[in-house]
């Protein structure tokens, strides 16, 4: 085979925050296939085909690739942050699962600035200590779990990052972790709402949970909760590196 | 105060993993304070003064800067990986906790590419799941807090990386985290092995929890523990993106 499919992740929308592996990745394909407003960030030129879809098709979008890579097109699958924290590298080791032929597919995965990180650099440095990461949809796993990890993580005594932490079609479930993290984690916890981080967009907010409510949040924004350790130091929030 | 302060992540090694507003940053700076091999990686020029310190010094560095931005330099702090990730941005904000005038200081975190996500994108998606990240040293933090963590992270069913697993000064500790993890997570969970990722000395390895040896790490190491979903394709290892 000699096409290839490079899985990259284009940061959190800042073009300066886009790596040179990326960029040459991009430079060198033939085919760009993502998420409309991902692919809508590369510069259209001859010899490039983009190949824009919706949102939810992830398993399609996956298979194109390997189709196009199979036919010998070299293809970029664009993620917003890092494709591999709740993004398109995951579904594509789901479609090549399905193929008679993995080993064929010539594949890298380029690294990205994930939403996460970009958020806590603006914020100061929220998830300097132990920190989890956890996708707060429960469009591919049931709720009770995304319950039941919020209470561990806080008894654990992580910072915590959340994805996709509330939309539309599921309002109701931020302000149930919220109370969560309120029983768990404590009233007087920080809480940092990072929307949209590095464009034009963007917006920061902390307060503690007893102050936080569900509408802080939205599909652009990143939740950060502290441990009982983070704290303010001037316009900061931070996460000591020590817990005594 | 006209002088500033950047702390900077310079990504795992390679230097197509550098962004742009680091490069931007650096190129600004009269100062450039870090870790001797961190600084070895930023070019000498006319006008730039580097300062490379020893390991464990953090707060030390951390004032230097802040002492070298009080008085008027523009001063870039430097880390691998990502600086809010078990790095030197903490450090620097309890620094300037210390301080009478935190406000007065101009401060920036730059995200980079974090050990990680280099490491997972290397070896496929294993991080493609809610997962965590503990730093495994107990130098800053009593060791069974680290147990505590460990248990309640495979109980909650993270996929785990692990920062500093190993190092001369502590060769037992790491055995123990392995013991607690097959106990916690069953001995087929897979984890691997990621040393010095984007560098020449680069090398990855997979093997299960049960053929897992502490010998396997060492401080270069990124280790990352996957959940029970955790499988492999062809050569690669990805969590899906869904739980059952």
């Given at each position: 085979?000699?096409?290839?499919?490079?899985?990259a992740?284009?940061?959190?929308g800042?073009?300066?925050?886009?790596?040179?592996?990326?960029?040459?990745?991009?430079?060198?394909?033939?085919?760009?296939?993502?998420?409309?407003?991902?692919?809508?960030?590369?510069?259209?030129?001859?010899?490039?085909?983009?190949?824009p879809?919706?949102?939810?098709?992830?398993?399609?979008?996956?298979?194109?690739?390997?189709?196009?890579?199979?036919?010998?097109?070299r293809v970029?699958?664009?993620?917003?942050?890092?494709?591999?924290?709740?993004?398109?590298?995951?579904?594509?080791?789901?479609?090549?699962?399905?193929?008679?032929?993995?080993?064929?597919?010539?594949?890298?995965?380029l690294?990205?600035?994930?939403?996460?990180?970009?958020?806590?650099?603006?914020?100061?440095?929220?998830?300097g200590?132990?920190?989890?990461?956890?996708?707060?949809s429960?469009?591919?796993?049931?709720?009770?779990?995304?319950?039941?990890r919020?209470?561990?993580?806080?008894?654990?005594?992580?910072?915590?990052?959340?994805?996709n932490?509330?939309?539309?079609?599921?309002?109701?479930?931020?302000?149930?972790?919220?109370?969560i993290?309120?029983?768990?984690?404590g009233?007087?916890?920080?809480v940092?709402?990072?929307?949209?981080?590095?464009?034009?967009d963007?917006?920061?907010?902390?307060?503690?949970?007893?102050?936080?409510l569900?509408?802080?949040?939205?599909?652009?924004?990143?939740?950060?909760?502290?441990?009982?350790?983070?704290?303010?130091?001037?316009?900061?929030?931070?996460?000591?590196?020590s817990v005594?």
């Open positions: 085979m000699s096409g290839w499919i490079a899985v992740g284009l940061g959190p800042d073009e300066r925050l886009v790596t040179d592996e990326v960029r040459a990745a991009l430079a060198a394909a033939t085919d760009v296939v993502g998420y409309i407003p991902y692919v809508a960030r590369v510069a259209p030129r001859e010899g490039l085909t983009l190949h879809s919706d949102n939810r098709v992830e398993l399609d979008r996956a298979n194109h690739a390997l189709d196009l890579a199979a036919g010998g097109k970029v699958v664009v993620s917003s942050g890092d494709p591999g924290v709740f993004a398109m590298a995951s579904a594509l080791f789901e479609a090549l699962e399905t193929r008679p032929d993995p080993a064929a597919f010539d594949i890298r995965i690294p990205g600035i994930t939403a996460m990180l970009a958020a806590a650099a603006r914020l100061g440095a929220p998830l200590h132990d920190f989890c990461a956890i996708n707060l429960d469009n591919l796993k049931p709720w009770e779990l995304v319950e039941h919020l209470r561990l993580a806080a008894q654990a005594g992580f910072a915590m990052a959340f994805y932490p509330r939309s539309k079609g599921r309002p109701h479930q931020f302000a149930r972790a919220l109370e993290l309120r029983e768990e984690a009233p007087d916890t920080l940092s709402f990072a929307r949209a981080v590095s464009t034009p963007e917006s920061l907010a902390t307060v503690t949970l007893a102050e936080a569900p509408e802080m949040a939205d599909m652009r924004t990143v939740v950060i909760v502290g441990s009982r350790d983070t704290r303010r130091v001037g316009r900061w929030v931070y996460t000591p590196r005594a």
